[in-house]
């Protein structure tokens, strides 16, 4: 039998009887908590978490902004053995509605600015049988009809602020392998669905990536671009600095180039995690506090792959050298990167510890050294399925191992170099691009600050390398230029057929390139126009090889 393990009292309680009570857990723009005061106040939102009948196993969907409270009721949900699942800010109502009926949740937390969509909801509360509750983190309840119950998030807090114990505020008798979190994700089948996570695996990934990785410790203080509702930014703001006891600094704002700068300048982080877009962002920002990166001894950065030219440019503008990572929602969190003080630009790196990696070839037997495959990872933080899509399951979970659908060429020194998703590789001509590779060469031009290509149809239904990118001058560089640039290195095949000049990129919440977005936008932008040039496409003879 599986000896007793809870999440929340690996990461909180843990800390305290260490003797960290004192030190500063958590910082949002509202003030601080120390561990002290954080463990009081997860114990007493879990005794009113079970005064208002919550059960192990029920689910609650968390959507608000990034704060102490956020964490508070994301720590004590796990605390109770019920199961968080956080939802992302940028979700409307019929995304909300969607995820609230595929997990069948009991409760909703929402922040001050998703009361709106909250309200919307509950006006058609028919259609979600399930829930029985909403909890709003900021100001009173509010009305509702019928059978929903309204929990304003202050009687949570009660029993902390009281000089009494709080009651009934013990953690419930979960193990490592029971269900502690599900996080929504299109993973590689398309459709959102939620990935169950399990208790141990949080320790897990805070061991092996966060400690044996980075080496975090409690003197860190980790500023994270990516939200707690992204697994990625979950880790990086709860998982990986409460396990090291080190303090997590909470932003609920969007993280544009001013917000960054100002918190980095105010709370002077030690460790920054960020992604390729946000980097990219703060390059442009035209101008930067003096020294705003004096204080961080450590950047990362996840979430889609770091061109190698974005990842010099930071380093000489920022004095930061950038730890590149690979992970997913399906893991949990990263299981490939780079070293700390032995980065590589346009590396990925090797093997976090605790993770097995793969690449296979399309008939399942592994690559040699320098041939593309798609990486397959085993670790014990992967991802006991998708709840409710067992075939959808079928495609990514084999066994023991996870199908990332990510290709990647492994070198004989066992490091990886990203070429990118099997989705979003571009078969031309019976050959294939890698869009990394085509994005790295257009970012090497110093007119360029951010390149996306995407696979678009010519004028007989074949696909070709299209680009779209964001000019770092003004005037920027033009189509021509630009081609004949990408001409100079890439072999002729690979070069894009047109290059597109846009104003931004689509991205997502969580700050990553929405490649299907740019796709879309690049057919809208050429219309009923041939990307690709009749006597100028290079397209490749019969003997040249990728």
Known sequence: MSLLMNASVHLVDRQVAAGLGERPAVVDPTGHLDYRTLGRRVESATSRWRAAGLRPEERVVLHAPDSSDLLVALLSVMRCGAIAVPAPTHYGADELAAVLRDCRARVLVVGAEQSGQARKLLEQARDLPDLRAVVPLDG???????????????????????AGEPTNAQPDRTTAESPALWLYTSGTTGTPKAAMHRHGSIRFVAESYGRRVLGLGAADR????????????????????????ATTLLEPAKPTADVVFRRLAADRPTVFFGVPTSYAALLRAPEAPAGVFSSVRLAVSAGEVLPAELHRRVRDRFGVDVVDGLGSTETLHIFLSNRPGRTR??????????????????????????????LHVRAPSTATGYWGRVEAGWEVFRGAWVNTGDLVTRGADGQYTYLGRTAEVIKSGGLWISPAEVESRLLQHPGVEQAAVVAVPDADGLDKPVACVVAATDPGPGEDELREFCRAELTAFKCPRRVLVVGALPTTGNGKLQREAVRSMVIDLLGAENPSPPDDSGHPSSGERS
Do not use: I
Request: proline residues 12%.
């Open 140 to 162: 009173p309840g509010f009305g509702h009809p019928g059978r929903l119950t309204s929990l304003p998030w202050a009687e949570f807090l009660q029993q902390a602020d009281s």
């Open 222 to 245: 980790c500023f994270s671009v990516a939200k707690l509702s992204f697994a990625y930014g979950l880790g990086n703001s709860c998982f990986l600095p409460l396990s090291a006891g």
């Open 345 to 374: 630009p346009g590396s990925m790196g090797a093997a976090v510890p605790g993770y097995r990696l793969d690449v296979l070839a399309e008939d399942g037997s592994p690559t040699p050294a320098d041939r593309p495959g798609t």
